[in-house]
């Protein structure tokens, strides 16, 4: 079946840390992929999205993410967390021949220690 | 300057009585989706109005309808809740379909309690 997986389920770092969280797809063909965000208590928001181009993309508060096609993966990173980063991030995927639908990984949850 | 509001932000029914939880936008964007997050668990598709026009998920259970009155406002209406229906409910809005590419804005959810 085609699916989003995220295989880190719950990562703890320290603030300074480097940041890595996986992210896998089952589809073919061109994808449009996302990476959101979820503060505690708050709602999920836009981290960065990629749809074609530089397979490298920037998004806010320092994130970025690499597309490696032959992987099928759309890792996110961040080269030195804060305390502030503490949130759960879901990777999506909009496969092709399915409008605007958005399909999640079951999300990972970053804790970062003082 | 809220964008997408829920309400209400947790409601408690019973087994089988009807339950209608609300979203509204003040983005003025053409499509409204509804998901379903159980505990633990990735953000479903329900369905989704594209303006009036519904598309709704092949296996989404029948049980579970929307209404989208106007621009606005779109409900998620459980028609006989079971135990399995407990869980968060997010609305979500895009200015298009945007071959996909749109951003997706999330209200705060509702979760929903089946007793």
């Known amino acids: 079946a085609q699916s989003v997986s995220q295989h880190n389920h719950h990562v703890i770092l320290s603030e300074a840390a480097s940041l890595e969280l996986g992210c896998n797809y089952s589809y073919g063909g061109t994808v449009n992929l996302f990476w959101y965000v979820q503060y505690p208590g708050q709602h999920l928001q836009l981290l960065l999205k990629?749809?074609?181009?530089?397979?490298l993309v920037k998004g806010i508060k320092g994130f970025e993410a690499e597309f490696i096609k032959s992987k099928f993966s759309f890792n996110l990173r961040k080269p030195s967390v804060q305390w502030s980063d503490t949130a759960e991030y879901f990777c999506?995927?909009?496969?092709?021949?399915?409008?605007?639908?958005?399909?999640f990984g079951t999300g990972t949850r970053l804790q970062v220690t003082l | 300057d809220a964008m997408v509001i829920q309400n209400p932000r947790y409601q408690v029914t019973q087994f089988g009585k009807p339950v209608t939880l609300s979203c509204s936008q003040t983005?003025?964007?053409?499509?409204m989706y509804w998901y379903q997050q159980k505990s633990s668990q990735a953000p479903k598709l329900l369905f989704h109005?594209?303006?009036?026009?519904?598309?709704n998920e092949a296996d989404t259970p029948d049980n579970f309808q929307s209404r989208r009155p106007n621009t606005s406002f779109c409900f998620l209406d459980i028609r006989s809740p079971g135990l399995g229906d407990a869980a968060m409910y997010l609305c979500?809005?895009?200015?298009?379909?945007?071959?996909?590419?749109?951003?997706?804005?999330f209200g705060p959810g509702t979760r929903l309690t089946v007793l």
């Open positions: 109005y594209y303006d009036k026009d519904f598309n």
């Open positions: 979500a809005t895009s200015r298009d379909r945007g071959q996909g590419r749109d951003t997706q804005y």
């Open positions: 983005l003025n964007h053409n499509v």
């Open positions: 999506a995927v909009n496969a092709p021949g399915t409008a605007s639908k958005l399909t």
């Open positions: 990629y749809f074609s181009g530089d397979p």
